[in-house]
């Protein structure tokens, strides 16, 4: 695979264009992003079940009541967790249960909400366990389990580029790259029009205790581009870690033609 040119990492479109929109609705077609991977791999309906360090100095948190450990974040593992114990309870009082990586079968989910437009699913063990007034959902389980579910989230809170100030500042990793980037964010103006998309499922490139890489299926067409993105264990929540060395969010890109390698999970 080839991964995406080199651009600026600021500004909206770094925040959501890129991912859910300029990623995967602006150039439509066979050729989704300009220097979009070829996958070389080839291959619902809403319901209702069962229940990095940061790059640099740290930000003041923008989330002022996100507590917890604070644990800088651990290697990353393929395979097991290196945990199988419950854990102690996150700030939102969340367990951290089952340190199993959801890698074979789709976790079991309470339901599917609309989150900014995006279907999200959500779990009373999971997450997310809290709403902010603006829509913002956060406080996920400290498990590779609630790091996807944070994950699913990560592309809705994305979708709303009206918010993408209080956004970041929530949603990113405190540090450097995290200031510059809310610094231009205020600078340019929000694109009211953005239009988001839906999620078709996921792949869990790498896991442990404190962190998770995991790659998102986005339907455009009759084919897949996915978006990878990098959540640490971070004061008692998972954050998003922004890229570096101008790359965009959920860099590299890459175009599948069906859901060969990834669990398939969606509520639409």
Same mark, same amino acid.
């Given at each position: ?14 925040? %959501? ?9 602006? *150039? ?9 991977? @070829?996958?070389?791999?080839? #291959? ?12 640099? &100095? ?7 009541d996100r507590e917890g450990s604070g644990a800088q974040p651990g290697s990353g593992s393929?395979?097991?967790? /290196? ?5 102690? %309870? ?5 367990? @951290?249960?089952?340190? &199993?990586?959801? #890698?074979? /079968?789709?976790?079991? @989910? ?28 956060? *406080? ?23 918010? #993408?100030?209080? &956004? ?15 610094? /231009? ?8 029009? #953005? ?11 790498? @896991? ?12 455009? /067409? &009759? ?46």
């Open positions: 695979m080839s991964e995406t040119e080199g651009q600026s990492p600021f500004g909206r479109g770094f925040v %959501a264009a890129a991912i859910v929109i300029g990623a995967v609705l602006a *150039c439509g077609g066979v050729l989704l992003v300009t220097g979009l991977s @070829a996958d070389s791999d080839t #291959s619902s309906v809403i319901d209702s079940g069962p229940a990095a360090a940061a790059a640099g &100095t740290n930000a003041a948190d923008p989330g002022a393929t395979g097991a967790a /290196q945990s199988t114990g419950s854990g102690a %309870a996150n700030r939102c009082g969340l367990l @951290a249960g089952d340190q &199993t990586i959801p #890698s074979s /079968q789709a976790p079991a @989910a309470d339901g599917w909400e609309v989150s900014r437009r995006v279907v999200v699913p959500r779990s009373s063990a999971y997450g997310p366990a809290k709403t902010d007034p603006d829509g913002f959902r956060r *406080c996920f389980a400290h498990s590779p389990t609630g790091a996807v579910y944070a994950a699913y989230n990560v592309i809705a809170a994305l979708a709303d580029q009206t918010k #993408s100030v209080p &956004t970041a500042g929530k949603l990113m990793l405190p540090g450097r790259d995290t200031d510059a980037l809310l610094k /231009q964010l205020k600078a340019e103006p929000a694109d009211a029009d #953005s239009e988001p998309t839906q999620l078709a499922g996921y792949r869990v490139v790498d @896991a442990s205790r404190d962190r998770a890489t995991i790659m998102l299926a986005l339907p455009v /067409q &009759t084919e897949y581009v996915s978006a990878t993105i990098t959540l640490t264990w971070y004061a008692g929540d998972w954050r998003l870690v922004p890229p570096v060395n101008g790359n965009p969010v959920g860099a590299p890109y890459s175009q599948h033609r069906d859901l060969d390698g990834f669990v398939a999970w969606s509520g639409v």
